[in-house]
T-cell receptor, first 110, second 113 residues
Framework: QKEVEQNSGPLSVPEGAIASLNCTYS??????FFWYRQYSGKSPELIMS????GDKEDGRFTAQLNKASQYVSLLIRDSQPSDSATYLC??????????FGKGTSLLVTP | GAGVSQTPSNKVTEKGKYVELRCDPI?????LYWYRQSLGQGPEFLIY????????DSGLPNDRFFAVRPEGSVSTLKIQRTERGDSAVYLC???????????FGQGTRLTVV
């Protein structure tokens, strides 16, 4: 069973702080890693992708990948109340099936 | 169209009936995924198509569920003899190639009464 694990939260951070979301995966040969944001009642929206070890920055978002530790994270700088949502970690395995974690609920308080 | 389109947006059906859910992927995307999502859960993988063929159908829960993509574009998810436990949001996603980013449609909310 290829698993993607996330802490369900809720993770509560004050406005302006850094939110750190974490994800581990079990399939060592996974090739592609994604973070999706999902607002209540809406479908998942892609916010970041990362394919190689290290950091990838896009605006206020930074994705971090460590394949040796089978760990991927998402940092959100200067968190805003509009960032309050569920964040889903997704991993593509060697067969390209896209497997999701259960998501971490983030609450940014004004 | 510009994005992944799913129809219908909502479907209410009686227990035991047959339903079809349609997904129209982003033009040019060869990979297509079906998921179902229950309240408070992450998307649960059902099936993945590469072109016309099902590359991975390991997530289909039982033989009441079937999906096709005959021309490598539009896909239909078919559920026979629906049960109340099939009630969920069914999500479709597509990507340009197997390893690249996948984009979701708005989903079909299926309610079995």
């Amino acid at each position: 069973q290829k698993e993607v694990e996330q802490n369900s939260g809720p993770l509560s951070v004050p406005e302006g702080a850094i939110a750190s979301l974490n994800c581990t995966y079990s399939d060592r040969v996974s090739q592609s890693f994604f973070w999706y944001r999902q607002y209540s009642g809406k479908s998942p929206e892609l916010i970041m992708s990362i394919y190689s070890n290290g950091d990838k920055e896009d605006g206020r978002f930074t994705a971090q990948l460590n394949k040796a530790s089978q760990y991927v994270s998402l940092l959100i700088r200067d968190s805003q109340p509009s960032d309050s949502a569920t964040y889903l970690c997704a991993v593509k395995n060697s067969g390209y099936a896209l497997n999701f974690g259960k998501g971490t609920s983030l609450l940014v308080t004004p | 169209g510009a994005g992944v389109s799913q129809t219908p947006s909502n479907k209410v059906t009686e227990k035991g009936k047959y339903v079809e859910l349609r997904c129209d992927p982003i033009s040019g995307h060869t990979a297509l995924y079906w998921y179902r999502q229950s309240l408070g859960q992450g998307p649960e993988f059902l099936i993945y198509f590469q072109g016309t063929g099902a590359a991975d159908d390991s997530g289909l829960p039982n033989d009441r569920f079937f999906a096709v993509r005959p021309e490598g574009s539009v896909s239909t998810l078919k559920i026979q003899r629906t049960e109340r436990g099939d009630s969920a949001v069914y999500l479709c996603a597509s990507s340009f190639a197997g390893y690249t980013e996948a984009f979701f449609g708005q989903g079909t909310r299926l309610t079995v009464v």
